[in-house]
């Protein structure tokens, strides 16, 4: 570990719960170096966080970050460097040879790290060989700690503990062990557990198979499970369990993987006997092919969710069907829905496996149907009288901003992973705020980018002009009554630097004036 990683964690273990901006202060460095350092930590499973306007750190609830704390306390450089990586391989007697095979470390390095155990006590030496003082516990416990998890595949997530072991043990059965309680028995030669014993979910087993998955052997078993089981899998709980541990990646490269190994999947799908469906693509297809025929005059529809997605070969599957569709076009394809039995609820219609939300010139009060998506859009099929286009990816990415799910969090890392012309987001964006003037519809935009940055390490070139337009726009806003600096400083949690930059710009450009007070000077906005 590094020392910066040690210092920022003894800070979070003094506050127990600390800000970032806080965090920042304490240990005397910037708030991008400290975020960066937070992010390794959160890797590491040695911290969590939340956000609520601010990012909060806490410690993980495991025995290792306990372990780690003592350690610091009596013997503070034991972890820094590459010390970690011989602490595990001192568990046995080995000799200089054996170490430094075992460990990578050059002679040199290595013998460093063994003088500094031995003055340390923590390591005694017998017969030329080297091995952890047993009278050094925690030490010891450490290190077992080290190797279950990168040798024995236990994983540590807050409090729980899942372990992998050739022989039975004690805890709830978990990932490939439970598949046979959720109608797929299948054999493997480990076992796998979840401690402390609980009832586990649907959605828990699936997750906690993807986290121990690694072989071609245990990918195809995850699919296959997960193709018998997607129509009852509980997706937002999926999400929500794939982002606490931190392995979405792992999910959408199991999507990857079932399209890349079609014919595997199926061969062994029908070992199991589970039904490989027709795609959603193909379902998509035909629901177009019999909503043509329904239609009395020509009609253009966009899709702008996971349908568009998913035909653009981005995610495997889909349930919901998004189209956002011009209010002249919108009751005849109302009409034609119904026709063919579907159930309206607001703007969704469903029946049977489809479930289509039809969103008539806006999605959810934000951004909306423009002109230059219109015609930047591809055409995707066309019928006698139904036209399907496909808005860019850009496009589909702002939409699906303004939801706010946690679903549609991944799909937005998805697109971004694919590469984006961000300038073309920021374009849109701003000139559909410009338009729109009820509503600050660039909030939601700028909290995906981010969460993009600070959970996936995804960083966008236009945050930072967002960010200063957005507080333009939320000070303009705040300023409908008469308020001082450090009033819009607490509310909006910015520098009192960056506050009074903007209400420098305003006051230039005759939007707010300024005014003398007892208490000093306030402002407002000025009207004409």
């Known amino acids: 570990m590094k020392e910066s990683q040690l210092l920022i964690l003894k800070e979070i273990e003094k506050a127990r719960k600390i800000s970032l901006k806080e965090l920042a202060k304490r240990v005397q460095r910037s708030k991008s170096f400290v975020l960066k350092v937070c992010k390794s930590l959160i890797k590491l499973n040695l911290i969590g966080f939340e956000k609520n306007k601010k990012i909060y750190y806490f410690l993980s609830k495991n025995p290792k970050v306990l372990l780690i704390l003592k350690i610091i306390e009596t013997y503070p450089k034991l972890l820094t460097g590459k010390r970690e990586i011989l602490l595990k391989e001192l568990l046995e007697e080995r000799d200089i040879v054996s170490l430094q095979s075992r460990t990578g470390l050059s002679l040199k390095q290595l013998l460093t790290y063994l003088h500094e155990f031995k003055s340390s006590g923590i390591i005694v030496e017998k017969d030329k060989k080297y091995s952890i003082n047993p009278e050094k516990k925690i030490v010891r416990q450490l290190a077992e700690l080290i190797k279950l998890e990168e040798e024995e595949g236990v994983v540590w997530r807050d409090h729980e503990e899942l372990r992998v072991s050739e022989e039975e043990g004690e ?163 109302k009409k034609a829905l119904l026709s063919l039995g579907f159930f309206q609820r607001g703007n969704i219609f469903e029946k049977d496996d489809y479930r289509i939300d039809l969103f008539k ?124 600096v450090k009033e819009l400083v607490a509310l909006l949690e910015k520098p009192e630097s960056t506050i009074r930059k903007i209400l420098d710009e305003l006051k230039k450009e005759g939007k707010v004036e300024r005014k003398r007070e007892k208490r000093g000077y306030s402002w407002k906005l000025k009207f004409k």
């Open 171 to 333: 805890g709830t059965l978990t990932a490939f062990s439970a598949f046979k309680d959720f109608g797929l028995p299948v054999f493997t030669p480990k076992h796998y557990y979840i401690l402390p014993e609980r009832k586990l979910t649907r959605e828990e087993v699936f997750v906690h198979s993807l986290l121990v998955s690694n072989s071609f052997h245990e990918k195809l078993l995850c699919s296959i499970f997960y193709l018998k089981n997607k129509d009852s899998l509980d997706m937002e709980k999926v999400f929500r369990l794939l982002n606490r541990y931190r392995i979405s990646t792992k999910f959408f490269d199991l999507l990857k993987f079932i399209k890349d190994n079609e014919k595997e999947v199926r061969e062994k799908a029908k070992e199991y006997n589970v039904k490989v469906v027709k795609t959603s693509k193909d379902k998509i297809l035909d629901l177009f092919r019999i909503l043509d025929g329904k239609l009395s005059f020509p009609i253009k529809i966009f899709l702008i969710g996971g349908a568009n997605m998913l035909l653009r070969g981005l995610k495997i599957s889909t349930k919901d069907i998004d189209i956002l569709i011009e209010g002249k076009y919108y009751e005849e394809f």
């Open 361 to 484: 010139d806006r999605v959810l009060h934000g951004f909306y149907l423009s002109k230059i998506m219109k015609n930047n859009a591809e055409l995707f099929w066309k019928g006698r009288r139904l036209e399907v286009w496909l808005l860019r990816k850009e496009y589909v990415f702002l939409f699906k901003s303004i939801s706010g799910r946690e679903i549609d969090l991944d799909d937005c890392r998805i697109l971004a992973e694919r590469g984006l012309n961000w300038d073309l987001i920021l374009r849109e964006a701003l000139n559909q705020q410009e338009k729109i003037k009820e509503k600050i519809i660039l909030l939601p935009l700028l909290d995906v980018l981010d969460e993009l940055d600070s959970r996936f390490n995804i960083y966008s070139p236009i945050t930072k002009k967002l960010d200063r337009v957005v507080s333009r726009l939320l000070i303009l806003n705040l300023l409908k009554r008469r308020r001082t």
